[in-house]
DNA sequence: TGTTCCCCATGCGCCTGTTGATCGTCGAGG
DNA sequence: CCTCGACGATCAACAGGCGCATGGGGAACA
C-alpha cells in the first residue's frame, strides 16, 4: 500500500510520515502543491493524504485537477477548522473524506484504513466478470459490451449469468430451465432457445455457440 | 439501520428503542436471551444491544455462540457494575464494545454510532457521501443536493441511507425492507415503492433507477 | 385540534415472459 | 450429392405482472 502525504508543515508531515510507515505503508512526503499532482500524477498511490493549504498549488485545485484527468485515487483531506476553507467544498472537489485538524493520529489511521477498505471492496466485492469484450457486473446488474452498457432485462440478465458462471463449458437447456426458472415450472425448453436467441441479437451472434445436441458454450475471450 | 436490543429489564428496553427509532434506526426488541439469538441468527440485523443479564440465556452465552455461528454482527454489551460479571469477559466472548450501567442515553447513541461506522458497513468510516450533485451526511442526517439542502423524513432517510451504502449496486426491495422496517412489520413491498417515489419527487428522477426485476439502483456520478 | 408522517389500496400503463407457429440449418444415410 | 427428419432460431401476439402515482385513513406528535 503506497500513500503519498501533500503537507507543508514539514513537523506534521514527518510524524505521520513515521506512524504510517509503522502501520506497514509505503510513504512518500512531498510539501508542495504542484509537487503533489505531479507525483500522484505519475505513480500509482493507493491513497492521498492532501491538506488544503499549500504552496504552489491548493489542494483544492490539486485534488479536483486529478478528477478531470480521470484519476481515482482516494483522497483524504485535511482541512484547517478556522473556516476560511469549507469542507463541503473539499469533498465538492472530489474528495473521499475530510479531517479537520487539529486531529488525533488514531483517527487519521482509521480513516485511512476505512478509504482503502471501502476501495477493495467496492472493486474486489463486487463480482465483476470480463469475457473478451464483454463485462458482467452481477451487483450492479449492468452488462457492457465494448464500453457501452447493453440493455437486458431479468431473464436474459438471469441467463447469461448461468452462461458466464460456467464460461467455457457446455451448459444444456434444461441446466439453464433449472437455475433460472423456478421448480413449479414445467414449460417447453424452447423458452431457453428464446432466450439465447435474444442475448445474441442484444450481444453479437458469436458470444453464445450452439452444441448441438448438448446445449450452449459462453465462448472464452481469445 | 436495524437494531435489536436484548434486554429484560422493560421500562429500559422501551425507552431506548423509542429514543433509537426517533434517531432514525429501525429497533426490535426482545427480552429474553434465547429469544434474543434466534432473532439475531435469522435477520440481518446491523448491530446488537445485549445485556447480561437476562432470562432464557445470558448475554455471554448468546453472544458467544453467535460468534461461533459466524456471525460478526456488532454487539454492544450493557453490563452492570455489581461486580457479578465481568467486563472483559464480555469482550472476550466476542463483544465489539460494552457499557457499564447506569449510562447515559448519550453516550450509548454516540457508542451506537461508533461501531457502525467501525463497523462501516461497506461504507468506511467517514459519515459523509458524495455522489454527483448528491451529499449526504449520514451521521447528521442532512442531504444537500446541488448545495440545497433537502428535507426528509426518517423513513426516507433510512431509504436513502440503504441506496448509498450500496451505491451503484443493485439493491432489491426484500432487503430495503429487511433493513429499514423492523421484525414485526409484514406489509407489501409497495412501500418502498412509495418511499422510492417520494425520494424520486425530492432529489430528482434520475437518481435511482429501477432495475425491472431486480430492484432499484443509486447511480454512482460519472 | 391541526399537522405531519406512515402505511395501505386502487387503478393505470407499459414492459416482459411465454406461447405456438413458421422458417432455417445441420447431419446421417441412402 | 441429395433428401429427409430432427433440432434449433426467430417472430409476432397476447396476457399478466411489475412499477408508479395518488389519495385516504389512521396514528403520533405538538
Known sequence: MRLLIVEDEKRLALSLAKGLTAEGYAVDVVHDGL??????SESPYDLLVLDIMLP????????????????DVPILMLTAKDGEYD???GLDTGADDYLTKPFSYVVLVARIKALLRRRGQG??????HVLG???????????FLRDDEVALTAKEFAVLEQFVLRAGQVVSKGEI????WDFAYDGD????????SALR???GATLIRTVRGAGYRLETAR
Open 35 to 40: 509537487e503533489g499532482l505531479h507525483r500522484a
Open 56 to 71: 504552489g498549488m491548493n489542494g483544492y485545485r490539486v485534488c479536483s485537477t486529478l478528477r478531470a484527468a480521470g484519476n
Open 87 to 89: 469542507e463541503a467544498e
Open 123 to 128: 472493486a474486489g466485492a463486487s463480482p465483476v
Open 133 to 143: 469484450e464483454l463485462r458482467v457486473d452481477t451487483a450492479a446488474r449492468r452488462v
Open 177 to 180: 430451465l433449472d437455475h433460472v
Open 189 to 196: 425448453l424452447n423458452i431457453v432457445e428464446v432466450y439465447v
Open 201 to 203: 441479437r442484444k450481444l
